[in-house]
């Protein structure tokens, strides 16, 4: 415990340059490489922020005396809900003792509450694909992947919290895929559904489309949801990271020897694999042409940042429209997802972010997988 506690100062910032320095001295990173480039991508997104003066977000740091010892980041993102109602949350949050907790905790109520929001939840890291969502509880030994929280297995930070009348309201789970296929249950892919893969133009021509599926797919109040195209953008900005010496495939490859299932030749044959993203596998009705399901897998850009060859996926969003189901779409999805994602050296999946309520989700992720790592989301009514 600090003994200069009287000294204790809160202070509202937008100087990038003392948020560098204060997640410079505070943030944990697993591995240690990644922490200047993180802090740098966080940065750029909070200066984004800053420009826009509707924008309602605050950057606290605590100092005690002349040393920084918490940070926290809160927000009221223009389309993040939670169960589908507007909800403050906060994020990145650190703190050397219980006191500097509770004084940046109740800067981020007073600002909530100033926006009349009675809810707060944490920790919400945007942006969430950089950052994830939660406070990891299990799997630190897992290797870091982009867009899964993560922070020091030896925080109490979580403690702090519940001393604070916050209670632990979601909690979500990372699974690595160990199935190559999951043929054991697996539905036939329905005559009238074809597969096929995109370029990042041509699904940003089909923008729309993709958001009718996003809202048409679930079919649950979701703990945390982004909502609106924001989650969209941030995936085709990673896409647009991939180099295209990443889709470069030999000149004799046969993609046929892979499979023998037709419509997984069929898919292909419909695109150059070497143009598409090969990260979102695509389904359609062939009848209407009307987009009915899709994954998207978001590419461990951290291996990129330690310019080492990008052999793991993260399983980000999986959505099949609700009045498709049953039709083989997911399973189908998984697989040729999977097989194609090989031809470029992809050897690691994990399915993300899943939120241990939705049943229909577990049972078909968790027996085809190895539970890797578990985050909670605590929420109080202020």
């Known amino acids: 415990m600090k003994q200069v506690l009287y000294t204790l100062k809160i202070k509202e910032s937008v100087e990038v340059e003392e948020i560098k320095f204060a997640l410079d001295k505070l943030l944990y990173v697993p591995d240690f490489q990644l922490k200047e480039k993180i802090i740098t991508e966080l940065c750029t997104y909070l200066a984004s922020k ?19 010892c918490g940070f926290v980041i809160t927000q009221i993102h223009p389309t993040y809900t939670s169960y589908s109602r507007k909800c403050g949350t906060f ?14 905790i109740r800067n981020c109520e007073r600002f909530v509450k100033k926006n009349k929001i009675r809810k707060l939840r944490g920790n919400i890291n945007f942006p969430k694909h950089l950052g994830g969502i939660g406070f990891q509880t299990m799997g630190f030994e897992a290797p870091m992947m982009c867009g899964i929280a993560f922070n020091d297995p030896k925080s109490k930070i979580r ?22 296929s999951w043929e054991k249950g697996q539905k036939k892919l329905d005559e009238n559904i074809r597969l096929t893969y995109l370029s ?28 609106g195209d924001t989650g969209f953008n941030e995936i085709l900005e990673f896409y647009k990271q991939i180099p295209d010496s990443f889709y470069k495939l030999p000149d004799d490859f046969d993609p046929y020897q892979f499979s023998k299932r037709k419509e997984y030749r069929e898919a292909w044959d419909s695109c150059d694999l070497e143009k598409v993203v090969t990260w979102a596998p695509f389904a359609f009705d062939k009848n209407t042409d009307l987009m009915v399901g ?3 897998s978001i590419p461990n850009l951290y291996q ?28 189908n999805l998984n697989n ?14 994990e399915g993300t ?30």
């Open 353 to 382: 972010t899943i939120w241990s309520n939705n049943e229909k989700a577990v049972a078909a992720i968790f027996p085809h997988s190895k539970h890797r790592r578990k985050h909670v989301v605590y929420q109080k009514r202020i």
């Open 159 to 180: 403690q702090f919290l519940e001393r604070l009348g916050y209670n632990n309201n979601a909690e979500y789970s990372c699974v690595h895929v160990t199935d190559s």
């Open 50 to 68: 800053f420009s826009d003066p509707d924008y309602k977000l605050k950057v606290f740091i605590a100092y005690a005396g002349l040393e920084v």
């Open 91 to 104: 994020g990145w949050l650190n703190a050397e003792d219980f006191v500097i907790c509770q004084e940046l």
């Open 200 to 227: 990042i133009e041509q699904m940003f021509e089909r923008k729309e489309e993709i958001l009718d599926i996003i809202r048409g797919s679930f079919q649950v109040l979701l703990p945390d949801s982004s909502g």
């Open 336 to 349: 040729i997802g999977q097989i194609t994602l090989s031809f470029n050296g992809i050897n690691y999946v």
């Open 304 to 331: 990129l940042w330690l310019n080492e060859p990008l052999t793991h996926t993260n399983v980000d969003t999986a959505m099949v429209h609700k009045n498709y189901a049953r039709k083989g779409i997911f399973s």
């Open 294 to 296: 899709v994954i998207f």
